[in-house]
């Protein structure tokens, strides 16, 4: 709670670790919302139902598509496509963000 003049009671110091505190949270939420992530196993699980609607197609339907089975190769892509996408995320993972020093953690000199 603050008075009249704007003193809320906290120091320099617990406002810093208070942003920090705020930036790591932030970079947290940032790595587990990374779009490679996301991108990645909705192109898995869509490859998946894909790939099954090929391998169960009849030949009624891959009649349709002039002989080729189009629902199988779209799913192999889409789940290569997504496994890319997983891979690049496990090897390249979202670097986290460099610690700031506290003004009060530098040394005196």
């Known amino acids: 709670m603050s008075d009249e ?3 809320s009671g906290f ?10 505190d705020l930036e790591h949270k932030s970079a947290t939420a940032a790595r587990i919302f990374d779009l490679r992530r996301i991108i990645g196993v909705l192109f898995v699980v869509y ?3 894909v790939t099954i609607a090929g391998i169960t197609a009849s030949d009624a339907e891959i009649a349709k598509a002039q002989g080729v089975n189009i629902n199988l190769w779209t ?6 496509l997504g496994l890319f ?13 460099l610690p700031q020093a506290a003004p009060d953690d530098e040394p005196h000199e």
């Open 75 to 80: 799913g192999i892509g889409m789940l290569l």
């Open 47 to 49: 490859g998946i139902i």
């Open 5 to 7: 003049y704007g003193y």
């Open 85 to 97: 996408f997983l891979v690049w995320l496990k090897l390249r993972p979202t670097p986290p963000p």
């Open 11 to 20: 120091s320099d110091r617990d406002l810093q670790r208070e942003v920090l």
